[in-house]
Protein backbone atom coordinates (compact mmCIF):
# COMPACT_ATOMS: atom_id res chain seq x y z
CA UNK A 1 0.00 0.00 0.00
CA UNK A 2 1.17 3.75 -0.53
CA UNK A 3 0.37 6.06 2.38
CA UNK A 4 1.02 9.64 1.56
CA UNK A 5 1.81 11.79 4.14
CA UNK A 6 -0.36 14.27 3.74
CA UNK A 7 -3.24 14.51 0.70
CA UNK A 8 -4.64 17.87 0.41
CA UNK A 9 -6.88 16.71 -2.75
CA UNK A 10 -9.51 15.13 -0.58
CA UNK A 11 -10.24 18.39 1.45
CA UNK A 12 -10.30 19.90 -1.75
CA UNK A 13 -12.17 17.23 -3.13
CA UNK A 14 -14.79 18.02 -0.24
CA UNK A 15 -15.14 21.85 -0.80
CA UNK A 16 -14.24 22.09 -4.76
CA UNK A 17 -18.12 23.69 -5.59
CA UNK A 18 -16.82 26.04 -2.42
CA UNK A 19 -13.52 26.85 -4.04
CA UNK A 20 -14.40 27.86 -7.50
CA UNK A 21 -17.34 29.87 -6.65
CA UNK A 22 -14.74 32.00 -4.76
CA UNK A 23 -12.11 32.20 -7.52
CA UNK A 24 -15.11 32.96 -9.94
CA UNK A 25 -16.15 35.68 -7.43
CA UNK A 26 -12.27 37.20 -7.49
CA UNK A 27 -12.09 37.13 -11.78
CA UNK A 28 -15.48 38.55 -12.20
CA UNK A 29 -14.93 41.62 -9.51
CA UNK A 30 -10.89 42.09 -10.03
CA UNK A 31 -10.36 43.09 -6.64
CA UNK A 32 -7.07 41.12 -6.23
CA UNK A 33 -5.27 43.00 -3.89
CA UNK A 34 -6.76 43.46 -0.69
CA UNK A 35 -10.09 43.15 -2.14
CA UNK A 36 -13.66 42.09 -0.28
CA UNK A 37 -12.57 38.58 0.32
CA UNK A 38 -9.11 39.77 2.82
CA UNK A 39 -11.47 42.04 4.91
CA UNK A 40 -14.15 39.27 5.32
CA UNK A 41 -11.92 36.53 6.06
CA UNK A 42 -9.51 39.03 8.27
CA UNK A 43 -12.88 39.38 10.66
CA UNK A 44 -13.89 35.99 10.30
CA UNK A 45 -10.26 34.90 11.31
CA UNK A 46 -9.90 37.25 14.01
CA UNK A 47 -13.27 36.20 15.48
CA UNK A 48 -12.63 32.29 15.22
CA UNK A 49 -9.10 33.77 17.50
CA UNK A 50 -11.25 35.38 19.91
CA UNK A 51 -8.96 38.54 19.10
CA UNK A 52 -10.45 42.30 17.90
CA UNK A 53 -8.29 42.05 14.91
CA UNK A 54 -6.15 40.57 11.95
CA UNK A 55 -3.92 41.39 9.33
CA UNK A 56 -3.50 39.35 6.43
CA UNK A 57 -0.22 38.62 5.01
CA UNK A 58 2.07 37.08 2.70
CA UNK A 59 3.16 34.30 4.71
CA UNK A 60 3.54 32.79 7.84
CA UNK A 61 7.39 33.91 7.81
CA UNK A 62 5.85 37.72 7.01
CA UNK A 63 3.70 36.95 9.93
CA UNK A 64 6.25 36.84 12.62
CA UNK A 65 8.23 39.31 10.94
CA UNK A 66 6.11 42.18 10.76
CA UNK A 67 4.81 41.15 14.31
CA UNK A 68 8.23 42.18 15.38
CA UNK A 69 8.63 45.26 13.47
CA UNK A 70 5.24 46.03 15.05
CA UNK A 71 5.99 46.03 18.85
CA UNK A 72 9.47 48.04 17.78
CA UNK A 73 12.17 44.87 17.71
CA UNK A 74 15.22 46.08 15.84
CA UNK A 75 18.93 45.76 15.91
CA UNK A 76 20.30 45.36 19.55
CA UNK A 77 17.09 43.73 20.53
CA UNK A 78 16.65 40.35 21.47
CA UNK A 79 13.53 37.63 21.35
CA UNK A 80 13.69 34.47 23.37
CA UNK A 81 12.61 31.84 20.70
CA UNK A 82 12.54 27.40 21.25
CA UNK A 83 15.46 26.04 19.88
CA UNK A 84 13.64 23.38 18.60
CA UNK A 85 11.13 24.53 15.73
CA UNK A 86 10.69 25.42 11.90
CA UNK A 87 13.68 28.34 11.15
CA UNK A 88 11.11 30.71 10.34
CA UNK A 89 10.70 31.13 13.79
CA UNK A 90 13.95 32.82 13.98
CA UNK A 91 13.88 34.11 10.53
CA UNK A 92 10.81 36.24 11.76
CA UNK A 93 13.56 38.02 14.67
CA UNK A 94 16.49 38.06 12.54
CA UNK A 95 14.94 39.91 9.61
CA UNK A 96 14.84 42.85 12.07
CA UNK A 97 18.52 43.24 12.85
CA UNK A 98 17.55 41.46 16.10
CA UNK A 99 19.03 38.45 18.19
CA UNK A 100 17.04 35.19 18.44
CA UNK A 101 18.22 33.61 21.85
CA UNK A 102 17.70 29.96 22.05
CA UNK A 103 15.75 28.39 24.81
CA UNK A 104 15.68 24.55 25.16
CA UNK A 105 12.38 22.74 25.34
CA UNK A 106 10.42 20.70 27.30
CA UNK A 107 11.10 16.46 26.76
CA UNK A 108 7.21 15.57 26.67
CA UNK A 109 5.40 18.55 24.82
CA UNK A 110 8.32 19.50 22.71
CA UNK A 111 7.53 23.11 23.73
CA UNK A 112 9.47 26.01 24.68
CA UNK A 113 10.80 24.96 28.31
CA UNK A 114 9.19 27.65 30.98
CA UNK A 115 11.58 26.75 33.81
CA UNK A 116 14.58 28.14 31.19
CA UNK A 117 13.13 31.09 29.81
CA UNK A 118 13.79 33.26 32.88
CA UNK A 119 17.64 32.32 32.75
CA UNK A 120 17.96 33.87 29.38
CA UNK A 121 16.08 37.08 29.85
CA UNK A 122 18.30 39.78 29.79
CA UNK A 123 18.26 43.63 29.23
CA UNK A 124 17.90 43.64 25.51
CA UNK A 125 14.81 41.22 25.65
CA UNK A 126 12.12 42.19 23.70
CA UNK A 127 9.58 39.54 23.61
CA UNK A 128 9.37 36.11 24.09
CA UNK A 129 8.36 34.09 21.02
CA UNK A 130 6.89 30.57 21.62
CA UNK A 131 5.87 28.00 19.03
CA UNK A 132 3.06 25.63 19.24
CA UNK A 133 4.70 23.06 17.96
CA UNK A 134 2.61 20.39 15.70
CA UNK A 135 -0.26 21.73 17.29
CA UNK A 136 0.11 21.26 21.11
CA UNK A 137 0.03 24.73 22.65
CA UNK A 138 3.26 25.65 24.73
CA UNK A 139 2.39 26.46 28.69
CA UNK A 140 1.05 30.08 27.54
CA UNK A 141 -0.26 30.92 31.21
CA UNK A 142 3.13 30.25 32.47
CA UNK A 143 4.79 32.10 29.84
CA UNK A 144 2.41 35.28 30.31
CA UNK A 145 2.83 35.33 33.76
CA UNK A 146 6.96 35.30 32.86
CA UNK A 147 6.07 38.04 30.31
CA UNK A 148 4.53 40.21 32.78
CA UNK A 149 6.37 40.01 35.73
CA UNK A 150 9.93 41.49 33.52
CA UNK A 151 7.50 43.32 30.96
CA UNK A 152 7.99 41.90 27.77
CA UNK A 153 5.88 41.10 24.73
CA UNK A 154 4.53 37.55 23.38
CA UNK A 155 4.25 36.86 20.25
CA UNK A 156 2.57 33.58 19.40
CA UNK A 157 4.02 31.12 16.24
CA UNK A 158 0.74 29.36 15.80
CA UNK A 159 2.20 28.44 12.45
CA UNK A 160 1.05 24.87 13.25
CA UNK A 161 -1.66 25.12 15.72
CA UNK A 162 -4.78 27.16 13.70
CA UNK A 163 -7.59 26.12 16.27
CA UNK A 164 -5.59 24.64 19.32
CA UNK A 165 -6.71 25.75 22.85
CA UNK A 166 -5.49 25.88 26.43
CA UNK A 167 -7.03 26.66 29.48
CA UNK A 168 -5.63 29.51 31.06
CA UNK A 169 -5.22 30.19 34.93
CA UNK A 170 -8.76 31.77 35.55
CA UNK A 171 -10.09 28.27 34.13
CA UNK A 172 -11.19 29.97 30.55
CA UNK A 173 -9.91 28.12 27.68
CA UNK A 174 -8.22 29.84 24.72
CA UNK A 175 -7.31 29.58 21.15
CA UNK A 176 -3.29 30.17 20.34
CA UNK A 177 -2.97 32.92 18.56
CA UNK A 178 -5.28 34.86 20.49
CA UNK A 179 -3.68 34.30 23.97
CA UNK A 180 -0.05 36.69 23.90
CA UNK A 181 -0.09 40.20 22.71
CA UNK A 182 0.53 38.97 18.86
CA UNK A 183 -0.55 35.88 16.78
CA UNK A 184 1.33 34.63 13.86
CA UNK A 185 -0.06 31.83 11.30
CA UNK A 186 1.33 30.19 8.19
CA UNK A 187 -1.42 29.33 5.91
CA UNK A 188 1.23 27.31 4.00
CA UNK A 189 -1.14 24.49 2.31
CA UNK A 190 -0.19 21.79 4.20
CA UNK A 191 -0.78 23.68 7.34
CA UNK A 192 -4.47 22.82 9.63
CA UNK A 193 -5.57 25.63 7.33
CA UNK A 194 -3.62 25.89 4.23
CA UNK A 195 -4.21 28.07 0.93
CA UNK A 196 -3.26 26.91 -2.75
CA UNK A 197 -0.09 28.82 -2.38
CA UNK A 198 1.50 30.83 0.64
CA UNK A 199 0.21 33.01 2.52
CA UNK A 200 -0.18 34.11 6.51
CA UNK A 201 -2.08 36.45 9.21
CA UNK A 202 -1.27 38.29 12.13
CA UNK A 203 -4.12 38.75 14.47
CA UNK A 204 -3.64 40.91 17.51
CA UNK A 205 -6.28 42.76 20.24
CA UNK A 206 -3.84 45.97 20.58
CA UNK A 207 -5.18 48.74 18.47
CA UNK A 208 -1.85 50.57 17.50
CA UNK A 209 -0.30 47.12 17.19
CA UNK A 210 -3.11 46.34 13.82
CA UNK A 211 -2.53 50.04 12.29
CA UNK A 212 1.26 49.35 12.77
CA UNK A 213 0.83 45.89 10.79
CA UNK A 214 -1.80 47.61 8.27
CA UNK A 215 1.04 49.84 7.27
CA UNK A 216 3.98 47.22 7.26
CA UNK A 217 2.29 45.26 4.99
CA UNK A 218 1.46 47.47 2.45
CA UNK A 219 4.63 50.01 2.01
CA UNK A 220 4.05 51.68 4.57
CA UNK A 221 1.28 53.45 3.12
CA UNK A 222 -1.50 56.07 5.28
CA UNK A 223 -3.13 56.99 1.59
CA UNK A 224 -2.50 55.39 -2.11
CA UNK A 225 0.92 57.68 -2.55
CA UNK A 226 1.49 58.78 0.77
CA UNK A 227 4.00 56.68 2.89
CA UNK A 228 4.56 57.12 6.54
CA UNK A 229 7.46 54.24 6.93
CA UNK A 230 8.99 51.95 5.53
CA UNK A 231 6.81 49.18 4.53
CA UNK A 232 7.36 46.01 2.58
CA UNK A 233 4.87 44.22 0.30
CA UNK A 234 3.39 41.86 2.33
CA UNK A 235 -0.64 41.30 1.63
CA UNK A 236 -2.33 38.09 1.58
CA UNK A 237 -4.12 38.07 -2.02
CA UNK A 238 -7.78 38.08 -2.02
CA UNK A 239 -7.86 34.76 -4.18
CA UNK A 240 -5.88 33.21 -1.58
CA UNK A 241 -8.67 35.15 1.32
CA UNK A 242 -11.60 33.63 -0.49
CA UNK A 243 -10.23 30.20 -0.62
CA UNK A 244 -9.26 30.32 3.10
CA UNK A 245 -12.62 31.36 4.09
CA UNK A 246 -14.48 28.55 2.27
CA UNK A 247 -11.52 26.19 4.08
CA UNK A 248 -12.07 27.88 7.43
CA UNK A 249 -15.68 26.15 7.69
CA UNK A 250 -14.53 22.89 7.40
CA UNK A 251 -11.32 23.57 10.27
CA UNK A 252 -13.09 22.36 13.23
CA UNK A 253 -14.64 19.43 11.90
CA UNK A 254 -10.98 18.79 10.06
CA UNK A 255 -9.24 19.39 13.45
CA UNK A 256 -11.60 17.06 14.83
CA UNK A 257 -10.99 14.46 12.34
CA UNK A 258 -7.27 14.77 12.78
CA UNK A 259 -7.72 14.26 16.68
CA UNK A 260 -9.93 11.18 15.92
CA UNK A 261 -7.01 9.30 13.93
CA UNK A 262 -4.33 10.58 16.41
CA UNK A 263 -6.44 8.52 18.78
CA UNK A 264 -6.05 5.53 17.08
CA UNK A 265 -2.36 6.31 16.53
CA UNK A 266 -2.00 6.55 20.09
CA UNK A 267 -3.75 3.47 20.84
CA UNK A 268 -2.40 1.06 18.54
CA UNK A 269 1.35 2.73 18.78
CA UNK A 270 0.91 2.92 22.55
CA UNK A 271 1.23 -0.95 22.89
CA UNK A 272 4.30 -0.73 21.28
CA UNK A 273 7.65 -0.64 22.99
CA UNK A 274 10.17 1.69 21.91
CA UNK A 275 7.79 4.11 20.33
CA UNK A 276 6.76 7.40 22.52
CA UNK A 277 3.36 8.55 20.80
CA UNK A 278 2.37 12.28 21.61
CA UNK A 279 1.89 13.45 24.92
CA UNK A 280 -1.21 15.90 25.42
CA UNK A 281 -1.73 17.86 28.63
CA UNK A 282 -5.34 17.37 29.94
CA UNK A 283 -5.63 21.35 30.19
CA UNK A 284 -4.92 21.27 26.37
CA UNK A 285 -6.31 20.50 22.70
CA UNK A 286 -3.91 19.77 20.42
CA UNK A 287 -4.92 19.38 16.84
CA UNK A 288 -2.24 17.51 15.32
CA UNK A 289 -0.94 19.63 12.71
CA UNK A 290 1.79 16.21 12.63
CA UNK A 291 1.48 13.08 14.30
CA UNK A 292 5.26 12.90 15.86
CA UNK A 293 6.40 9.64 17.46
CA UNK A 294 9.94 9.14 19.34
CA UNK A 295 12.14 5.96 18.42
CA UNK A 296 15.81 5.14 19.67
CA UNK A 297 15.54 3.39 16.12
CA UNK A 298 14.29 6.25 14.36
CA UNK A 299 16.22 5.98 10.90
CA UNK A 300 15.45 2.34 11.28
CA UNK A 301 11.52 2.99 11.22
CA UNK A 302 12.11 5.64 8.86
CA UNK A 303 13.97 3.83 6.74
CA UNK A 304 11.07 0.61 6.76
CA UNK A 305 8.55 2.92 6.45
CA UNK A 306 9.88 4.11 3.35
CA UNK A 307 10.44 0.64 1.55
CA UNK A 308 6.78 -0.15 2.35
CA UNK A 309 5.21 2.68 0.72
CA UNK A 310 4.63 4.90 3.78
CA UNK A 311 5.98 8.87 3.68
CA UNK A 312 7.49 10.03 7.16
CA UNK A 313 9.25 13.36 7.49
CA UNK A 314 11.59 14.53 10.10
CA UNK A 315 10.55 17.72 11.57
CA UNK A 316 13.16 18.79 12.49
CA UNK A 317 16.58 17.20 12.19
CA UNK A 318 18.68 20.18 12.97
CA UNK A 319 18.29 21.72 15.85
CA UNK A 320 17.87 25.84 15.27
CA UNK A 321 21.44 26.43 17.31
CA UNK A 322 23.09 23.90 15.17
CA UNK A 323 22.01 25.36 12.02
CA UNK A 324 24.82 26.56 9.47
CA UNK A 325 22.93 29.89 9.60
CA UNK A 326 23.29 30.70 12.47
CA UNK A 327 26.89 30.10 13.52
CA UNK A 328 27.45 33.28 14.36
CA UNK A 329 25.66 32.81 17.73
CA UNK A 330 28.44 30.70 18.50
CA UNK A 331 26.55 28.11 19.99
CA UNK A 332 27.95 24.30 20.02
CA UNK A 333 26.73 20.38 20.37
CA UNK A 334 25.50 20.35 23.96
CA UNK A 335 24.13 23.45 24.15
CA UNK A 336 20.21 22.60 24.26
CA UNK A 337 20.47 18.49 24.94
CA UNK A 338 16.87 18.04 24.90
CA UNK A 339 16.53 20.04 21.33
CA UNK A 340 19.05 17.59 20.34
CA UNK A 341 18.25 14.37 21.40
CA UNK A 342 14.53 14.86 20.03
CA UNK A 343 15.57 15.79 16.56
CA UNK A 344 17.63 12.40 16.51
CA UNK A 345 14.47 10.51 17.64
CA UNK A 346 11.81 12.40 16.15
CA UNK A 347 9.63 11.30 13.28
CA UNK A 348 6.36 12.71 11.49
CA UNK A 349 4.04 9.43 10.32
CA UNK A 350 1.09 10.06 7.58
CA UNK A 351 -1.77 12.65 9.44
CA UNK A 352 -4.18 14.47 7.72
CA UNK A 353 -7.78 14.86 8.52
CA UNK A 354 -8.96 12.46 6.18
CA UNK A 355 -6.70 9.56 6.86
CA UNK A 356 -8.51 6.27 6.93
CA UNK A 357 -7.84 3.51 9.79
CA UNK A 358 -7.01 1.19 7.56
CA UNK A 359 -4.21 3.43 6.51
CA UNK A 360 -3.32 4.04 10.05
CA UNK A 361 -3.28 0.69 10.98
CA UNK A 362 -1.36 -0.11 7.69
CA UNK A 363 1.51 2.06 9.23
CA UNK A 364 1.43 0.93 12.77
CA UNK A 365 2.02 -2.27 11.45
CA UNK A 366 4.94 -1.52 9.49
CA UNK A 367 5.98 0.78 12.69
CA UNK A 368 5.42 -3.02 14.34
CA UNK A 369 7.49 -5.64 12.08
CA UNK A 370 10.47 -2.84 12.31
CA UNK A 371 10.84 -3.28 15.69
CA UNK A 372 10.12 -6.88 16.06
C1 LIG B 1 6.47 26.88 13.33
C2 LIG B 1 6.46 27.61 12.03
N1 LIG B 1 6.70 28.93 12.01
C3 LIG B 1 6.68 29.63 10.87
C4 LIG B 1 6.42 29.04 9.66
C5 LIG B 1 6.50 29.85 8.41
O1 LIG B 1 5.35 29.86 7.67
P1 LIG B 1 5.40 30.10 6.08
O2 LIG B 1 5.90 28.85 5.46
O3 LIG B 1 3.97 30.39 5.74
O4 LIG B 1 6.28 31.26 5.84
C6 LIG B 1 6.14 27.65 9.63
C7 LIG B 1 5.78 26.93 8.40
O5 LIG B 1 6.33 26.74 7.45
C8 LIG B 1 6.18 26.92 10.83
O6 LIG B 1 5.95 25.61 10.85
Redesign the pocket.
Known sequence: MKIQFSDLGLQHKEIKKDIMQSVNKVLKKGDFILGDDVRLFEEEFAKFCNTKYAVGVS??????FLACLSIGVGPQDEVIVPSF??I??AL?VSYTGAKPVFVDIEEDTYNIDINKIKSAITKNTKAIMP?H?YGHPANMPAIMKIAKEYNLKVIE?A??AHGASIKMEDGSWKVTGGIGDIG?F???PS?NLGALG???MVVTNDKEIYKKLLMFRDYGRISKYEHAIIGYNSRLDTLQAGILRAKLKKLNSWNNMRIKAASIYNKLLGEIEGVVVPMVLSTVKHVY?VYAIRSKKRDELFNGLKDSGVSAIIHYPIPLHLQKAYEDLGHKTGDFPVSEKIAQEIMSIPMYPHIKEKEIKYVVNVIKKVLS
Open positions: SGTAALTYATGVLDAQCSFYKDGGH
